[in-house]
């Protein structure tokens, strides 16, 4: 299918995308200025402004067809409130209870905005519901992923994009194609060096039975280990956290070709330190045995005399480090200034009585530092051969167009999601996301009924 | 073709002999602008609307580009601050012409996995742990379903996008676990959601005499077109409220049924046998009639919510059982398929007068 779904800028269209065109023309975007004109062309141009958003992709017919008068609606109950009476007070005297101005009733009365669901058919097609639940950049993406065979519904390949998700279904979509979706675009010298990588792997597979390549791949290595014996485990240690620190930090006016650097220069560094333990497959284990065997070689140890609260505190966050990846972000820190300082100055203090010792002492507070950059160089690395920038950051423009409607729950760690129910209106909100004002969505609606 | 003149320097400078290097690059010839024909003086073709663009993109448009951790980065900030108010974005509204869809929060990743381990751990009901949580069953059941897939792809190996979840629950706002025991969870959305049902929309003028107590049932009764209840009856249901929900909740096939042939349906049950949570309601009853027994309102509700998970356990056994007795299997051997036979009966009453009824044999295969 063509893609139609242009952002000119002349007359402004909004789309179901995440371009910067878009959220330019969403930020401009006016009324469908319905003034001064006859009641047919009102409806005319306001169902031509809203089916630019609304199922594009779809053909008019198509969703004539599918469009519905009825509109789901739900209303919040409260449980007391029905407990309280049975509503025969409401209905007293004269039909509208006995006394209409009693302070019982409730005062705001919120209207509901049916309205604006004229389109909610439209949110049932998987396209649309994998673009709601932030899996792909725009619909139109969307749409190729499901034909191309990397979205299943309920675990068996879908390949309709306009199959019409019934509540409870569930569809996942291939994680590396949502990377790539939602990830920043690679630069020139990213793909550059995609390319250098490809080539070397093809090689490689060539020179694959040659007993040479590994012969000299194991002379290097050794070279390296007898570079790293000359290192003292302590400024090696010291060394690594300096790394890890200027990783997580959180300036954002770092460059990301210099943030990149640092990042290559700390996963070097800790697969140096790692090169020389004595188990073979550290370097494919999982996140903790890392940890564990890099603190060993480096006889690292915590340091001892933490208040317990803490500690506890600390191991708890720890342990949902592991299900958490760290991204570029800072990291957040939950501890009080306080505690920080407290925490170094034990540091130092411990560091002075341990002169004479090889061992060095690590507190929590760098524990934890050094396991979440290990974190993140194991959940982002740098890989040239992904189809998006290397360590994955959001692309520009992503956070103005990201939420997740109500309708859908959504696991972004597996990118899969759920279809709870359809979409409704409640009292002053409705879940169909449509950038249009009630005015539009109604002459819309309007023009959809069959007498017009 | 590479271009002729090797430095714009040379170019300009032949052009202009007077003036600087320094001085030809003049403040409006940004980079974008700047024209890859070197000997043209004019600046490359950009639309003014296309200048507009960038001027803006790189003007107000600049902190959507990127977001800030913990913090939703929606375009409304703008029209807020425009008519001066904060901008500070604590109103998530993505569109600024419509008021009236809010970018809602999403459940956290500890909230859910606690979800998760209340229901498939310690073997909570969805029911309790939805009350409990304040999230709807629905999403309830789907974050099960979830976990359970994460940690079936987790098992196997396979890569997830621990990045992308993470940059996401940066930008959306959050449902936070209240992590302190004495707190109440904060609730995630409503979980009494009374369904519009489409008999209430017709408006009906029902005339009823002044001494009457018009109640919810009776309003359902009239917008189905049912008969008023009898005397006796409605004064058991005026005594015994939440026996009478019980009713209608623990066997909903016994509602009574009114209409003829295609409009025969349901008689509408009062709103609270409707919503999803009609314990609450009997809950609330209980702490209206004992203000002081809070003790007695735990036990009670945990008693309901026991008898409700067994009411609805044997209505399913009795469902499965039934089947079962209905359906003959063959399996043919040295055969991967088994064979399921029902009999079915050809009538009025099931196929209707003219043979072509929705609940005929054969329906749904034309």
New interface residues.
Partial sequence: MRNRATTP??VPKVRQSWS??N??N??R???AGLANRTFFQQKWAARTMARTYHGEQVRESQWARMFSR?I?????????R???D???AA?????SGLDPHSSDKPTSFRRT?FM?MAFAPLERRLDVAIFRA?FASSTRQARQFVIHGAVTVNGKKMRYPGYLLN??D?F?VD??R??FA??APKDKQERRAGRVARKQAAKEKEQEGSEEGAAGEQQEKTEEVKEEEELNPREALKSLMEQAKTILSSD?DALPAKRKQELRGFQKAVRRILSRSESSSVLADSLEAQFSELTSVLKAKKASGQEPKRKEHRARQSS?EA?????D??A?SDEPGEALTEAFKKAALSDGKLEDEDVSELTDEEFDVLKRALGQLR??PIDHTKPYAT????R???????????YL??????????Y??HP?A?P???????????E?NTAAFTWYLRRR | MPPRIQTKLVTNALLHPHSTPGALLTPTCTPCQRSTRSFTSTPASQ?R??E??FE??NG??QE????T??S????TK?TERRQGGQGDGRV?R?????P?????S??S??L??EIHRLVMVEKRSVREVSVKMGV?M??I???V???E??KR?KAEKK??????????????PVTPLEKNPGEAQPTH??I?????H?LTEAQIFYP?S?SR?????D?GRVFSGAMALPHSEAEYI?KN?TEAILRTTEKPSRIERVGKGDDEHQVLQ???AR?P?PQ??????D??ELPNEKAEWGKRYQERLDRDQRVRAERRQKRIRSEEERTLKVRPENSKFEFRFEDVTFSKETAGADGRGTKAPGMRYG
């Fill in positions: 800028l002349k910067k065109y959220l330019y969403l930020q975007l006016r009324g009825r789901r609606s739900v209303v919040p109950m409260s449980a007391s029905l407990a309280k049975d509503g025969s209905s007293a005297g004269r039909g905005p604006q932030l509540p409870g569930l996942q994680p590396e949502v990377m939602t990830g954002k949902n299900a958490e990846a760290s991204s972000a800072p957040e959940d982002n360590p994955w950051r959001p520009d423009y992503m956070s103005a167009f990201a939420f997740i409607p109500r729950e959504v696991n972004q760690n597996i990118c899969a999601a759920v709870l129910r409704v409640r002053g909100s409705s879940e169909v996301p449509t950038p249009f004002s009630e539009t | 639309t609307l296309r507009k663009m803006w993109l107000d448009g959507f580009k990127s977001h951790p913990g939703p980065n929606y375009v703008l998530h993505p569109f600024p012409l419509n009236y869809f809010t970018s809602e999403i459940l990743e500890e859910r996995n709807d629905r999403r059941g789907a974050v379903r979830l976990v897939l994460e792809w890569p997830l996008a621990l990045p992308y979840a993470r940059a996401i629950h940066e930008m959306v959305e409503s009494n959601d009374l369904p519009t489409k009823v002044e107590q018009f109640n919810r049932v309003a005026n409220p009062p709103a609270d919503i949570h609450l309601v009997a809950h609330y009853r702490r209206n």
